[in-house]
């Protein structure tokens, strides 16, 4: 089952908004405890709260907070788009979003509103946060007062881009469709290939939809309202100027025109009241006064005489720009406007099948997981338990920026290794703000002696001196790993300029692997652009025998279900099955039987090539019965020669993000980073280490409930 939907438009105008409306109204009737959500707002002065929010959270009664309902605004994305941080809005949207679904059981999200500059890339933008929150999709194109052409092109540029990112798309609403030529205009398009395996619904224009009423004028104009305060629900369905003589005026006249005209034009003012009285005349929506003016007493006490019929505004702009404004009201279905709303579900519900768009988006499931959601995922599950972790390398740059971005953002607790004061200067330096942060310094700790002591009785045997053991213990990873050994800390993280034997070799001889049977190895985190998958051994083991080889696989089995990730295991192998012989191969499938031997609950296949074991399609040529040839997601390399090569491969031909060494096998954890580690990269691995100490499985599917809907 799925549990949320996306809706996105091919543009502004496209009524997304009363299409959202009905979809809600649907998803109310098939589900308990449904949210909303908008992944960027944008608020102003006239509007500080979203409207659709507004509206949906009083149509359907919704308990979750405003503050939980939205992602960002499009002032702060826009900020961080020109800060160069794009990666950071999405991270926010994601963490927004995540934080919501863990209240409800599902939640509809409504796309931007089409505020940048061109629709191609509001459509790119919601293409990849759709990608991030792994949401099916409907589509809403906009028809009205466009040629056929012109919507089937926008359907295929929005189409394209969102399969591009690998977006599953359930359906497509063609909204504001022409009267009567909802059939035709489906015939067409289906013609035309664009809605493949999809539904597909044309709903015909309402005008009333897109018109306002008269109190999103008044408060977009900040006028003053004069009278007829309770007829302010009224919609302005056009709108006039009057500046010519009476004869003309009424020509122009239709039901619901809105009048403009200088607040001392006394005959348009009476004219236009008249018109109220009038069997034969439509009547005006609204009267509004430009240029400050007031009518003059005799004129004001008739205005009055008419106040329960039609509201009169008065606006101190002159009639040129109060009607320039006016044109410019985009309208929303407000929550008090229930003729509107009543109007669009019927549409709705006249126009969609719903019983048949209900199963199809309730069962649809993405299975995207992409990186951002992935790290995300990780430091979300960081966070729900918070651990201390030791990073020795204190007074580099990017240990400090990825310490404040931890510690900020709540992920972790961080112990600091080096000179106090030297470690100060630099953070008040670069202008780091960290608060009371520990920092250690090996030689000033009042641990010292302890450690010394401990790692002379782990090492005698080896011939090692007291006088020895205290200085190796001075060295910043030894002496980190001794305070993970002594549960000062919950982990160790290290290698940003030091090498993976500096930092790995303390673990080996204090911290020890769990068992002597086990080797210790490494696992990568390859994150695709639409899955996670985990390699090992890419690291640590030149060429384990198979023994180590089946051990390496089920100890990657585990790490990989620790961190969301259900292991199916390929045994890789430069032939697939039975079909290869010799020394290597023979290694391989040894190996995978002691897999199953050992751990007949864990899916394995072996041997088995690394495009069969990926690709469904050459899966079904080679292992068409294996349950795990062409979906595995645990990849295991016979020799560290073809694991470290073909992870770098993969990494930069594809563009994957790699996440790793993580080290496993270990008593407690310990990892290792690369030398030209990305800020990011050490943000991750710190959390993967957090994660580890932990020690259970990570999962976001705990939620807790605000009250159900009503």
Not at 618 to 645: E, M, R, W, Y
């Amino acid at each position: 089952m799925s549990n949320g939907l996306y809706i996105t438009a091919t543009e502004s105008g496209s009524g997304k908004s009363a299409i959202a409306l009905g979809v809600m109204e649907m998803l109310f009737r098939k589900l308990d405890c449904v949210g909303f959500f908008r992944p960027i707002i944008n608020p102003d002065a006239q509007t500080p709260q979203d409207p659709d929010i507004l509206l949906m959270a009083a149509q359907f009664n919704l308990t979750l907070p405003y503050e939980k309902m939205y992602g960002i605004t499009q002032a702060e994305a826009e900020r961080l788009m020109a800060l160069g941080k794009k990666g950071e809005i999405i991270e926010r949207i994601i963490e927004r979003y995540t934080d919501a679904q863990q209240y409800c059981n599902f939640i509809l999200c409504e796309g931007t509103d089409f505020v940048s500059s061109t629709a191609s890339i509001e459509v790119d933008i919601n293409a990849s946060i759709i990608k991030n929150l792994s949401c099916p999709v409907l589509l809403v194109a906009n028809a009205f007062q466009k040629p056929l052409e012109d919507v089937s092109r926008l359907i295929s540029l929005a189409r394209e881009s969102l399969v591009e990112k690998g977006c599953k798309i359930v359906g497509t609403v063609i909204n504001r469709v022409t009267a009567s030529t909802e059939d035709d205009i489906i015939h067409r398009i289906k013609a035309a290939g664009l809605v493949r395996n999809q539904l597909i619904y044309a709903i015909p224009d309402e005008a009333v939809l897109a018109k306002p009423t008269l109190s999103e004028v008044a408060k977009t104009l900040n006028a003053d309202i004069l009278c007829g305060h309770k007829q302010m629900y009224r919609h302005a369905r056009s709108f006039t100027v009057a500046a010519m003589q009476l004869r003309n005026l009424l020509l122009r006249i239709t039901h619901g025109t809105l009048i403009i005209t200088p607040g001392d034009r006394a005959d348009i003012i009476v004219a236009c009241l008249a018109t109220l009285s009038s069997a034969s005349m439509e009547k005006i929506s609204g009267i509004i006064l430009t240029g400050g003016l007031v009518p003059e007493k005799p004129i004001w006490e008739l205005i009055h005489g008419f106040s329960g019929m039609v509201p009169v505004l008065s606006v101190g702009t002159d009639t040129f720009e109060t009607t320039v404004q006016v044109e410019k009201i985009q309208s929303d279905i407000s929550p008090t406007d229930d003729r509107k709303i009543t109007r669009a579900l019927a549409l709705f519900e006249q126009h969609i099948d719903i019983e048949k768009l209900a199963e199809k988006v309730i069962t649809t499931k993405s299975t995207l997981v992409t990186p951002k959601m992935f790290e995300f995922k990780v430091i979300q599950r960081a966070r729900s338990h918070r651990k201390k972790i030791v990073l020795p390398e204190g007074s580099e740059e990017r240990i400090l920026r990825a310490a404040e971005t931890l510690l900020r953002r709540g992920i972790v607790d961080i112990t600091l290794l080096g000179n106090e004061r030297k470690i100060h200067q630099k953070i008040s330096k670069m202008g780091l703000r960290m608060g009371e942060i520990e920092i250690i310094e090996p030689l000033n700790s009042p641990n010292l002696d302890l450690y010394t002591s401990t790692y002379y009785e782990l090492r005698k045997h080896k011939g090692i001196t007291r006088e020895h053991a205290r200085d190796l213990v001075c060295d910043v990873n030894f002496f980190g790993t001794m305070m993970v050994h002594h549960d000062h800390v919950d982990g160790m993280v290290s290698g940003s300029v030091h090498s993976t034997a500096a930092t790995i070799k303390p673990a080996f001889e204090i911290i020890k692997a769990k068992e002597k049977s086990t080797p210790v190895s490494s696992l990568f985190f390859m994150c695709l652009w639409d899955r996670v998958i985990a390699y090992g051994d890419c690291a640590i083991n030149p060429d384990p025998d198979a023994r180590e080889l089946a051990e390496i696989a089920i100890t990657s089995a585990e790490t990989a279900t620790m961190f969301g990730i259900p292991p199916r295991i390929a045994m890789l192998s430069y032939s697939t099955g039975s079909s290869g012989k010799g020394k290597d191969v023979d290694k391989v499938r040894e190996a995978t039987a002691l897999v199953r031997e050992k751990r007949p609950d864990l899916l394995v296949e072996g041997p088995i090539q690394y495009d069969a074991a990926i690709e469904p399609n050459v899966a079904k040529t080679k292992l068409p019965d294996s349950q795990v040839a062409g979906k595995a997601t645990v990849f295991i390399f016979p020799d560290l020669n073809t694991g470290n090569n073909t992870y770098k491969a993969v990494q930069r031909s594809s563009g994957a993000v790699a996440i790793g060494p993580v080290l496993q096998g270990l008593n407690k954890p310990v990892n290792d980073l690369s030398r030209g580690c990305l800020v990011e990269d050490i943000v991750n691995t710190v959390a993967i280490t957090a994660v580890q100490a932990q020690g259970t499985v990570m999962s976001v599917e705990n939620k807790t409930p605000f009250p159900k809907n009503k």
